[in-house]
Every structure is written in C-alpha cells, then in structure tokens.
C-alpha cells in the first residue's frame, strides 16, 4: 500500500525464482554431500527458502548453520548466519531479536571487514529503525549502506537501498524527493537481470504515485509487480502491490473493487504472519469504511490495526489507528471516546515527530553527499591495531627498502661522479695536449717570422741606410724615397712584433693593451710633440681579460684611430678612455681637431677595417665628427 515494499526489501542470502518446495528437497538432498562450508551454505539457503512461508522453520535452520559456523570458527559464515536469523526476526516483526543479532552480524562484518557484508547489516538496521518510526536512525544506516555498495560498485544493492530511502522521505511525504529515489532504484534495477528487484521497484513506484495523485501511473507499476511476484513464486509479497491496486481504487471511490482488494490483501499478509503489513492495510481499509460511513466496520479495522501495530512496534501505524478510531468514534456519536482516541492521536504524533522531523532527514543526506566526497573509513579498536601493525612492518620494510636503495644510489652516484671525473680528466688532459701543440705551433710560427722576416725586414733596413750613408745623394726625390722604405720597413717590424705578442698570448688583459699603446703613443709623442695624449683605463678593468683575437683587434683599433687623428686632425689634443658601463666595456678615441663631414667622405680602408674589427669580436664601432673634433666610440660585451 503507500507504506511500499519496506520489508521486502531485506537482504537476503540467496534469491530462488521457482517453487519453494522443490528447491527445499533439492537443498535438504545436497546436505548429505559436499565440505562443512558447502553444507552450511546450503542450511543458510534453506532459511532463506522457508522464509517465504514458514518463518519458524526459517529461523530453525539459520540456527542451525549458526551452530555449524562457530564449530568451523568460520566468520564469514557467522555473519552470514546472524543476518539470516535477523531477518526472520524481522519477518515476523520481533523487532527486539532481530536488532540483537543485527548488531551480532554488524560486528562480527567489521571484524573481518568485509565491505558487503557491512552493507546489508547497514541496510537491514535501516528497514529496522524505519519500522520503528525513527527515521533519522533509519537514514543514517541507509546512507552507510549506500556508501559501501557504490564503493564496491554492486547496481542491484545501490537500486534496494535507494528504494529505501524513497520509502522514509515518503513516510515524511516528502515526496517529490522520495520518488527521485525510487526512480533512481528502477532505473538502475533496469541494468541488472535482478527479476526480484525490479519486481519490487515498480511496486515502490505504484505506492508512491498514489500519494502524487498519479493514479493511472500508480496502477500500471502496482500491476507489473503483482504479476512480478506470481511469475517468481512468491505468494508472500503478493499482497504489498495488492495494497496499492486497493488504495487506486479506494481514491477513486470505486470502493466495491476496493473493498474485494483490502480483504485479499490481508488474506495474503495473515497467512504469512507479515505483522506490520497487516496492521497497515487494517489501517487504510477502516479509513476506507469511513469514506463509506460503515463506521462500526471501520473500528472493528482500526481495533485489528492497533492491535498489530503493537505487535509490530510500528509506533506510527498505531498512532494512526488512534486518529481513525477518534473519527469513527465521532461519527456514531461516541465523543468521549473520540476525545480520548483524538488525544491519544496528538500525543503519539507529537513524540514522533518531534525528534524525527524532515529536517533530521534532509540533514543526514547532505551528510551522506558531503560523505561520498571524502574517504570514508570505519575504524574500529581491532581494525586500529591491526592497521598500526600493518603501517608498521611497511614503514620498516620501507625503511630497509630505502636504505638499500640509497646505498646503491650512493654507489651508482659514486661511480657515476667517478666516469665524469675521469672523463674530464680525460678532457683536460686532451684540450692541455691540443693547446701545448698550438702553443707549440705559435712558438714555431712567431719564431719563424722573428727570426726570417724580422731579419730580412732588418737587412732592408740596414741595407738603405748603408746606400744613403755610402753614396752622396743629391737627388732629393730618391732620398726621400729611401727615406719612407727605410721607415715603412721600420713601422713594418714594429707591427710585426705587436702580432708575434699576440700570437703568444692566450689572453690579453686591459692592463696589457695599455702597456702596448702607451709604447704606441710615445713614438706618436716624438713624430707630434705638440700633442698632449691621455691613456685612462678604469682599476677594475686592468684585471678583465679578453682572447688574443678580441685584444688584437682592438690595439688594431685604437692604433689606427690614434694614427688618424695624428696625421689628418691637426689636433693638440687625443684622450683614450676605457670605462665599464653596465654590462658592457667602452673604449672611446676622441681629438680636438678639425673633424670632417661624415656624409662628404667615402669611408677608406682605415675606418672600414675599424669597424669590421669590432663586428668580428661582437663588438660595436661608432664614429662622430664636427668642427669640434672626432669621437670614436667602441662597446665590447663584459
């Protein structure tokens, strides 16, 4: 009926689809065969069957397997057999005893953490509390059972336990909310091959379309779950979407069909002792009866509802019965019994409601919600010792593991640091050879231009001066001739030594280059005495070293800008300034001379040769002219 399908939805140890009795032979056969496990698998199994229509006989076997479990000292199948017997106690709505071996099987789960396990004694307590009316707790273990079912991804227990939930938002009719769940539950029960289950979802979806008023709905799923239970053999749940086909026709006032479903239906949950069921349908049909003003019939209902909703301990259902009563009561006339049964009614629906409102409900949702993001974990004393000796012994093996590892590390990175040692030894020691060899090469090479062309150069020399001094020359013509060979020769051996210093020089410092042009400007000095000449470098430039190339190709530089400005300037005055500016060195060459128009002049080989100088070391060359005089500016990257 609205209620749905709460019970059914126990867990149950092994779901059969044919006749009860045919598989309990089958099963009592097997027991003469097969291992201790086996064996006590199978009295679980016979439970189970026994529990679609002889509960005592149910129960009986479940203790049976009980006792055979402690005697293997098996878990697994204790636990197995603790929920078999909870469920039968529940079956029968003794409520007290199926909460003590719930909790039995609850520990004995966690012990050996088995996860699924877990979940159905998590869901079980939930259909436990939910009979009870204490639908906080009920939520709680539901959404516990949820957790655990979509961890180990199992779609036919997430679809039960959804169906659940749908069942207490309904019981707070909150129902937009409860049918999303029992969607939820069809559709996934609609990926599985779990008969049963869909079964029992479309009953779900029947119960809670009659509270939206759905009727047409609520009776197309009403009537695929009874046909559901007929074609599975079980006679047992018949009875729940028979409720729901009564309560269609009782909305729609058609309470000839109504009245002929209400009495099937308890039929049904009378023959198979289903307690709660029966306090229900009691319940709906004496309001039922009202709406037909048979008012003594709907008490004779409503004292039946009462009487096993208290067998049930289902608080809500008997305080309903309580309101019923206190209506009929009222309509015969009967006040002071309607006042009582009407006071009795508020009482019991205060205390209810009171602690387990729909906040409480919407509340552990969000928990679960907030849950399912996080890593849940359930610790308990004997898990905690267990996982501590566990993180332990890793944490040692791990300790040992590391340390060999950084041994072998230490070892790898020894010899590694050894081969690149060697290597650059090797290097060294290659690059030393090379560089002895071109040492060696510019030793043979400066030595050869010393000695050969320096003394050839020299010969000239000597050679003109002994013409001019032997021979009395009066053409004036011819000794100035022999005069500019003799000092071309001269200038000749001059520049040929400046390059046998670099040639021998594998760096040239700032300091260098100063020595060499100030020996530069002092010949400069006895040609024009009349010009003042100036050489500042910065301190901390002397040290800074350039290549042999680089300093060449400088001293090449400021010699031919220095010879310029003495020859063409008419200058009295030539200053050389070498400074660090940021991150580049700067050497200017400036006179007070003449100058000359840039644009007027063609470059000649002198300022060309400049300029491709400083390009070929990665320098830069600039040059400014006026009538003021000329500014030679030079940038070296430090």
């Known amino acids: 009926m609205k209620k749905g399908m709460l019970l059914v939805l126990l867990l149950v140890v092994n779901i059969c689809s044919s006749q009860n009795n045919r598989i309990i032979d089958s099963l009592l056969q097997s027991l003469k065969k097969g291992s201790d496990k086996q064996k006590n698998l199978t009295l679980i199994n016979i439970s189970d069957e026994y529990s679609n229509f002889d509960l005592d006989k149910a129960i009986l076997y479940a203790d049976k397997s009980l006792v055979k479990a402690k005697k293997l000292k098996n878990d697994s199948l204790i636990g197995l057999s603790y929920n078999a017997i909870a469920n039968n106690f529940q079956y029968k709505t003794e409520l007290d005893s199926a909460l003590k071996y719930h909790k039995k099987a609850l520990e004995i789960r966690i012990k050996i953490k088995d996860s699924i396990g877990l979940a159905d004694t998590y869901n079980n307590l939930g259909i436990f509390y939910d009979t009870k009316g204490e639908f906080s ?31 207490v938002f309904k019981a707070q009719k909150e129902y937009d909310k409860a049918i999303i769940y029992y969607r939820k539950s069809y559709e996934l029960y609609s990926k599985t091959t779990d008969d049963f289950g869909k079964t029992t979802s479309a009953g779900n979806l029947g119960s809670i379309l009659i509270n939206l008023k759905q009727y047409e709905e609520s009776l197309k799923y009403s009537v695929i779950a009874k046909k559901g239970y007929e074609k599975l053999g079980y006679e047992r749940f018949v009875g729940y979407p028979l409720s729901n086909i009564a309560y269609v026709f009782d909305s729609l006032h058609n309470f000839k069909m109504a009245n002929n479903k209400y009495l099937e239906c ?310 050389i300034d070498v400074k660090r500016i940021e991150n580049q060195n700067q050497i200017t060459i400036q006179d007070n001379g003449i100058g000359f128009d840039e644009a007027a002049i063609q470059k000649g080989n002198g300022l060309k040769n400049m300029q491709k100088r400083m390009e070929d070391i990665g320098g830069s060359f600039n040059l400014e002219s006026s009538n003021l005089g000329t500014l030679i500016t030079i940038w070296l990257n430090n």
């Open 137 to 167: 707790n009920a939520v709680k273990n539901y959404f516990k059972a949820l957790y655990f079912y979509e961890k180990k991804q199992n779609i036919a227990k997430q679809a039960m336990v959804c169906s659940n939930i749908g069942i």
């Open 266 to 575: 308890l039929r049904l949950h009378k023959k198979h002792q289903n307690n709660f069921e029966i306090a229900e349908v009691s319940g709906a049909f004496a309001n039922c009866l009202i709406k037909q003003k048979l008012f003594n019939k709907s008490i004779i209902y409503s004292q039946e509802s009462l009487k096993y909703s208290k067998i049930a301990k289902a608080n809500l259902l008997e305080i309903n019965s309580f309101k019923v009563l206190a209506l009929a009561n009222s309509k015969l006339g009967n006040y002071q019994k309607a006042f009582q049964y009407s006071e009795l009614y508020n009482l019991g629906k205060d205390s209810v409601f009171k602690t387990q409102n729909t906040k409480s409900i919407f509340e552990l949702e969000t928990k679960y919600q907030t849950a399912k993001k996080e890593k849940l974990l359930l610790e308990k004393e004997a898990e905690a010792k267990q996982q501590n000796i566990i993180l332990i012994t890793v944490s040692l093996i791990a300790l040992f593991i590391a340390i060999i590892g950084l041994l072998i590390y230490r070892q790898q990175k020894l010899k590694h640091t050894q081969q690149e040692q060697e290597f650059e030894l090797k290097t060294a020691i290659f690059q030393i050879e090379n560089q002895n060899k071109l040492q060696e090469q510019r030793l043979n090479i400066s030595r050869d231009l010393h000695d050969n062309i320096g003394s050839q150069l020299t010969f000239i020399i000597s050679s003109v001066d002994n013409v001019k001094y032997a021979f009395d020359i009066d053409n004036k013509k011819l000794d100035d001739k022999l005069t500019n060979i003799s000092s071309f020769a001269k200038e000749t051996i001059v520049e040929l030594r400046d390059t046998i210093w670099a040639m021998n020089s594998n760096e040239i410092s700032f300091e260098d280059l100063e020595s060499r042009i100030n020996n530069f400007i002092e010949k400069a000095k006895e040609a024009k005495d009349e010009i003042q000449f100036s050489f500042e470098t910065d301190g901390d430039l002397k040290a800074t070293k350039l290549t042999s190339i680089e300093g060449m190709n400088v001293y090449r530089t400021i010699q031919e800008a220095v010879n310029n400005a003495v020859k063409y300037a008419n200058a009295s005055s030539i200053s």
